[in-house]
């Protein structure tokens, strides 16, 4: 049984900085309730959840005021020493964002078994079966991708059968199905549970209770359906709900999309604004002809893959979990070696620093003492002046909205002010080739949007070519000029963004966004659009309808 866990009144202040990473925190967890934690990038989620795990006497230094109690009980005095062994008071299971940073195992089911106590075999095959990773048993760690070894850090903690399970935004690397199935189950799991998540769409058809952090301090809170009357945040689903219907949102706002039908204004706006066609305006600058590449002789995961990129299109590749979309920008990195066909960026095989690649863990890439440092690594190494480096790091500092930290240890940052400056460093270093792994993991709604926003310009500014693996659907269909979807490591299309359809996108076997799944319930379907790209067209029926009002009135 759960017991049931209090903060009262807690706040924590870090050491060396002397700021507040929480304040005048306080709720209370009954045996088997879901808690769903959100906020902005930095908020101090992953924070509050190192202190529920009691582990934060290890991650962080400071000091901590008002109470932790487990069963009514100060935790530190249910917490025991027994020789030279903690004995915790309740058992805890915590899913970090690096799912990297908990892997012990050589293989999938050596990693299940590894944490329990005498845990069978069959037990870690059930707890795998619960992930979709049955068949994966045998299969080396190494070998998976970082959804999937996600995916194998849940499990090895479900076959420990934890008292509270905490997920630290569980769905960073997963695809969209394998999100949605997570969710499935954690809902049928009888244990406590706090997970943080961006996605207040899905949080909100989780959790019993929401929690919203800001600058460390509770900015709203309640149910769903209170949260959403509390909140001041303005997330990316209900402004798009909001949009689609007269009246605005139920007052629950909780609503399925299936509840939501386009208004007949916005359908007819939508049916005459199609989605532009792109023109590449420089010539050839990466191309693969026949590509198989691995990581392992005889095992290929991609299979004849043949394309070729102009200078500024910014093309979106989709797929599921284990797709090859990550091989693929490795091959292109020159990190990843042909099993056979070709590659080449400008004529000449890619080779490390030819081209900028942002990884999927920003920890594989951040090594400096600060944050303008890390920035200004690359350009330092190809000894550029110090005016210039400055004027560069400074300006994509101010970019990412990361120079109010730029004095800061980059590996205190939170991850997605990790994965943010992963990208400064890359963009600051101007190659000609841009390649983006899951760019969006960790990023709040704002920053997705600001994202998207600087791609498009640095897209059409910069003599570049920009290629990025993605899972959000809403992100891609907002930001590429050209979608190329994955399936086992094959093209299965490579298509422009303006021909994109619904049925292309089905074929890929990921659950639509919100948005999508409206749009594609009208008769006949309207073309898919991004969340962004919405409010453009909107605004812009808007602004011409008032233009053409008041034209009429004179």
């Keep these: 049984m759960s017991p049931r866990i209090e903060l009262r ?11 507040w990473l929480l304040r005048n925190i306080s709720l209370s967890l009954s045996p088997g309730t879901r808690l769903g934690i959100t906020g902005r990038s930095g908020s101090g989620k992953t924070t509050l959840c190192h202190v529920l795990a009691g582990v934060e006497s290890l991650t962080l230094h400071g ?27 309740m058992s805890v299971g915590i899913v970090l964002q690096n799912p990297e940073s908990q892997l012990f195992g050589e293989t999938v089911l050596e990693e299940v078994r590894y944490g329990v106590h005498a845990c069978s075999e069959i037990a870690a095959t059930n707890a795998l079966r619960l992930v979709g990773l049955e068949s994966f048993a045998a299969q080396p760690i190494r070998t998976l991708s970082l959804g999937q070894k996600q995916r194998v850090v849940i499990a090895a903690f479900l076959a420990a059968d934890p008292q509270l399970l905490i997920l630290d935004e569980p769905t960073n690397y997963l695809d969209v199905a394998a999100a949605e199935d997570l969710f499935r189950l954690l809902r049928t799991l009888p244990v406590t549970q706090v997970v943080v998540e961006h996605d207040v769409e899905r949080l909100c058809n989780y959790a019993h209770f929401l929690l919203e952090l800001e600058k460390g301090e509770v900015a709203a809170q309640g149910t769903p359906a209170a949260w959403l009357q509390e909140t001041q945040s303005d997330p990316r689903f209900f402004r798009v709900a909001s949009l689609l219907v007269r009246g605005g949102l139920t007052t629950d706002g909780l609503s399925s999309p299936g509840s939501y039908c ?32 691995g990581y392992e002789k005889g095992n290929s995961v991609l299979k004849n893959i043949s394309f070729s990129a102009s200078s500024g299109e910014r093309i979106a590749l989709l797929g599921l979990n284990g797709s090859g979309k990550t091989t693929l920008l490795k091959c292109f990195s020159g990190l990843v070696e042909p099993q056979g066909g070709t590659v080449t960026i ?15 863990n920003p920890d594989y890439q951040i090594f400096e003492q600060t944050v303008e440092d890390e920035c200004g690594f690359a350009l330092r190494l190809r000894r550029f002046p110090e005016s210039e480096i400055r004027a560069r790091v400074d300006h994509w500092l101010t ?5 109010h930290v730029r004095h800061r240890l980059p590996l205190s940052l939170s991850y997605g002010e990790k994965r943010r400056l992963t990208l400064a460093s890359v963009l600051a270093a101007q190659s000609c080739v ?8 960790a990023l709040d709604d704002k920053h997705i949007e600001d994202l998207s926003r600087l791609l498009i310009q640095i897209g059409t500014e910069l003599p570049l070519v920009l290629l990025f693996a993605t899972h959000d659907i809403d992100f891609a269909l907002d930001t590429a000029t050209r979608i190329i979807l994955l399936v086992e490591g094959r093209i299965v299309k490579d298509i422009p963004r303006h021909k994109l359809s619904f049925e292309d996108l089905s074929g890929l076997g990921m659950p639509l966004p919100f948005l999508c799944s409206v749009l594609a319930k009208t008769t006949p379907p309207l073309p898919p659009v991004g969340s962004m790209q919405l409010y453009k067209i909107i605004g812009k029926h808007h602004d011409d309808t008032q233009i053409n009002g008041s034209g009429n009135n004179n």
């Design 63 to 89: 000091t901590h005021t008002g109470s932790i109690l487990v069963d009514g009980v100060e935790r530190t005095r249910t917490s025991t020493f027994a020789g030279d062994k903690f004995h915790p008071p």
């Design 399 to 403: 970019e990412t909205c990361l120079l």
């Design 9 to 19: 009144d807690y706040g924590f202040c870090a050491s060396d900085t002397g700021a």
């Design 434 to 441: 841009l390649l983006l792994d899951e760019p969006t993991t």
């Design 346 to 360: 400008n004529g000449a095989a890619p080779r490390p620093g030819i081209a900028g690649f942002v990884y999927q």
């Design 262 to 293: 386009v208004s007949t204004d916005v359908e007819s706006v939508l049916r005459n604004e199609q989605p532009s066609e792109f023109t590449a305006r420089g010539g050839c600058v990466i191309q693969c002809a026949g590509l198989t590449a």
